[in-house]
């Protein structure tokens, strides 16, 4: 009797969250770090009290240490592409504090009953963004696990005077946003297999694109950058929302003005929306001003979980032609997305 043919193997089957990347809730991470007693730290100069992207230590007046650590479960299939994605996105956390990449450590969860082979191509996923960040990978750290998982613990530098955070958006400012929304929904229509070829290789390159060129322009010092962060498992909402908060300030977004990938409204609209961008929602609502009658699926899409999403800049408006131009030159599909105002922490979505 003939074999029976097996199935391919699919890796988002085995993850819980496969479109987005898997975080804690926004409001119970904030309830935990609250109950947190921490000691100043005067060579502290990034912690827990800005929600920032990654921790920043000073050690000398001329150097600072930048740490950041990030992993989740498969969001493609393709183990080699789960490790790039996953690689990239850990990088990110180094580029939205302006600073440069050192070294990394892989971070590993992998579960005893799949082939070793698929973890070797993880490994060479995220090998090959560490080539393109232009670092090595040192080490890492691995555990059994009912479920894979990929990361990367990455160590930088930075100035300390020159430490680009979430918290220093001006009133007069205007938004900058490097890449689409739309990525947790691509990816969760992915896994349930209503992606087309075209959409998957879209949300694949855009999700294993380094924010490399984008965070070393920000980094340059060609032009004022009042705060910087990466769009990731919060959303643009989210994100934007810390960024408010820490900086006492308020955001106006023109919906017509932010990029989306293409498909995603029609996706959304469909109910294609993992669970993770219905709670980021949930948790900016009372403090999101939406236009009367928006439909529920545009919102969805603003919250949207990304993985390794763009970066967010907060630039003074008189330098915005002049950033738009410098990220023109690297590469990078910058969009003016909205403004920084003066009021009470929260964001007005006009349009």
């Not at 929600?51 to 990030?70: F, G, I, K, N, W």
């Not at 670092?135 to 300390?160: N, R």
């Not at 959409?199 to 380094?210: A, E, F, N, P, Q």
Request: hydrophobic share 45%; glycine share 10%.
């Amino acid at each position: 009797m003939p074999d029976t043919p097996r199935k391919p193997l699919r890796l988002t089957q085995l993850s819980h969250c496969a479109g987005c990347a898997a975080k804690l809730k926004v409001g119970d991470l904030t309830k935990v770090l609250r109950r947190l007693k921490t000691a100043p730290v005067p060579q502290a100069l990034v912690g827990f009290s800005t929600h920032d992207d990654a921790a920043v230590y000073r050690l000398s007046p001329e150097l600072a240490v930048v740490e950041t650590a990030d992993f989740f479960p498969p969001v493609v299939d393709d183990p080699f592409q789960f490790g790039a994605i996953a690689a990239a996105n850990a990088l990110s956390d180094i580029y939205a504090m302006g600073a440069r990449p050192l070294f990394a450590l892989n971070l590993v969860g992998f579960p005893k009953e799949l082939p070793l082979s698929i973890l070797s191509k993880i490994l060479a996923g995220g090998q090959s963004k560490a080539e393109e960040a232009g670092i090595p990978i040192l080490g890492g750290h691995s555990v059994q696990d009912p479920e894979p998982k990929y990361g990367m613990a990455v160590t930088g530098v930075v100035h300390p005077k020159k430490v680009l955070t979430n918290a220093g958006a001006k009133p007069g400012d205007v938004l900058l946003l490097t890449k689409p929304l739309g990525i947790g929904i691509a990816t969760t229509a992915i896994k349930r297999g209503m992606a087309s070829k075209a959409l998957t290789k879209r949300v694949v390159g855009i999700m294993s694109t380094l924010n490399r060129a984008a965070g070393e322009t920000f980094a340059s010092g060609k032009f004022q950058v009042n705060a910087l962060t990466d769009v990731t498992g919060f959303g643009l909402l989210g994100h934007l929302l810390e960024m408010m908060t820490g900086a006492k300030t308020r955001a106006v977004l023109a919906l017509e003005r932010i990029p989306l990938i293409q498909d995603v409204p029609a996706l959304a609209i469909q109910g294609v929306v993992p669970g993770g961008t219905k709670t980021n929602l949930e948790h900016v609502r009372k403090r999101v001003r939406f236009p009367k009658g928006l439909p529920e699926d545009i919102q969805w899409v603003l919250a949207d979980a990304q993985t390794n999403g763009g970066l967010l800049a907060s630039v003074p408006a008189r330098e915005a032609l002049k950033a738009l131009k410098a990220l023109e030159k690297a590469g990078v599909d910058a969009a003016l997305i909205g403004e920084v105002t003066e009021g009470r922490p929260g964001i007005d979505v006009v349009g």
